[in-house]
């Protein structure tokens, strides 16, 4: 059994009956398993069962990987080569176009939510962790469809959000999940994040006003100049800059000159 911290909340209630936050939290968080459950892409964690405690902490019953995320990955072993990083970002975007396909928005693309894994007879396979905070694009929440994140409250983790979701975060698509993508793949080729700042709102703005420097210019290890160019396309300011959706940036990767150099030996 295992259990994702951000969704472990106690539910207490003095009398013993749940209030109406008690009873929405409770909603809220069938709703966020209810999004994970339904997507079957094998690069997006498998989630077996759900529910709520006898104690009253909320609980995921999620496969057993067998690997580490992107995050410690980078921090234990340094920079990636770019044809390794082209291989797990393409497999990124294989989690994330069905997401599109149902309309939704991860909203919070990551390399501590990018799990790399032995995976069968399949190394560096990858699992796109956390649909938590998964919401429907607005054109989904116009027709009525229910949001899952809390009105007014950033979403996101600040070396990775989107200028979108910091200027306007209630109006987002799935190219908010492009630029974070973008951000890991700079991650993943230099081994430092797009923008540092002292505090993680001096990150949000740097992502809403200032332009990156390529990955070249931050890495050690050789960048092809069709994927410099890329990263740098999904972190444009603009969305209409970017690759207009996770199917068009795998097939961009898939065009970088050694996107088929890492294999299995």
Request: glycine content about 8%; hydrophobic content about 40%; some cysteine.
């Amino acid at each position: 059994l295992l259990a994702r911290p951000a969704a472990i909340k106690l539910i207490r209630a003095a009398d013993g009956a749940g209030t109406a936050a008690q009873q929405e939290a409770i909603r809220r968080f069938e709703r966020e398993a209810q999004v994970t459950a339904g997507l079957s892409s094998p690069h997006t964690v498998q989630l077996f069962d759900f529910g709520v405690a006898d104690d009253g902490s909320f609980y995921y019953v999620m496969e057993l990987l067998n690997g580490l995320d992107l995050e410690r990955l980078v921090q234990r072993y340094g920079p990636i080569p770019a044809e390794r990083a082209v291989y797990l970002l393409r497999q990124v975007c294989q989690s994330l176009a069905e997401a599109e396909s149902y309309g939704l928005v991860h909203r919070d693309i990551k390399p501590a939510n990018l799990f790399v894994c032995r995976y069968g007879g399949e190394h560096d396979f990858l699992k796109v962790l956390d649909f938590g905070i998964a919401k429907p694009a607005p054109d989904m929440m116009q027709t009525g469809a229910m949001g899952f994140t809390q009105d007014n409250v950033l979403q996101g983790t600040p070396a990775y959000i989107a200028p979108e979701q910091v200027m306007n975060g209630s109006n987002v698509d799935g190219r908010a999940d492009i630029y974070a993508t973008g951000c890991v793949g700079y991650f993943l080729l230099t081994g430092k994040p797009v923008f540092t700042g002292d505090t993680p709102m001096a990150v949000v703005v740097q992502h809403a006003h200032s332009q990156p420097a390529a990955p070249s210019e931050s890495s050690e290890l050789p960048i092809p100049p069709a994927l410099d160019r890329l990263i740098l396309d999904c972190l444009a300011k603009s969305p209409s800059d970017r690759p207009q959706s996770a199917r068009e940036l795998s097939q961009r990767l898939a065009e970088v000159d050694m996107a088929n150099a890492w294999t299995e030996d």
